[in-house]
Nanobody, 111 residues
Framework: VQLVESGGGLVQPGGSLRLSCAAS????????MSWHRQAPGKERELVAS????????NYADSVKGRFTISRDNGKNTVYLQMNSLKPEDTAVYYC?????WGQGTQVIVSS
């Protein structure tokens, strides 16, 4: 199993980023996927999840209305579109499939 995140970076408050997680080594379309984040000094938390067919999504209250999780089963990729970013969204963002984590991608929201 390999999960490789990309798309992080430095963005100003109010800006947008799209994270991608390229999956390999397993049958991607059979698995629910999720994004998590960990800010300095804080525990890792669930940000958003999506079912295997993309038919259902779930979000942390802190990101509802601003973030959108989606997936392309043809490309074995899950995405996290992040809009209206706030400084408190600063964290390392991780892609997750049951039992496996990606290496993370850093998101910094700062002016």
């Amino acid at each position: 199993v390999q999960l490789v995140e990309s798309g992080g970076g430095l963005v100003q408050p109010g800006g947008s980023l799209r994270l991608s997680c390229a999956a390999s080594g397993f049958t991607f379309r059979r698995y629910d996927m999720s994004w998590h984040r960990q800010a300095p000094g804080k525990e890792r938390e669930l940000v958003a999840s999506i079912t295997s067919d993309g038919g259902s999504t779930n979000y942390a209250d802190s990101v509802k209305g601003r973030f959108t999780i989606s997936r392309d089963n043809g490309k074995n990729t899950v995405y996290l579109q992040m809009n209206s970013l706030k400084p408190e969204d600063t964290a390392v963002y991780y892609c997750y499939r049951f039992g496996s984590w990606g290496q993370g991608t850093q998101v910094i929201v700062s002016s």
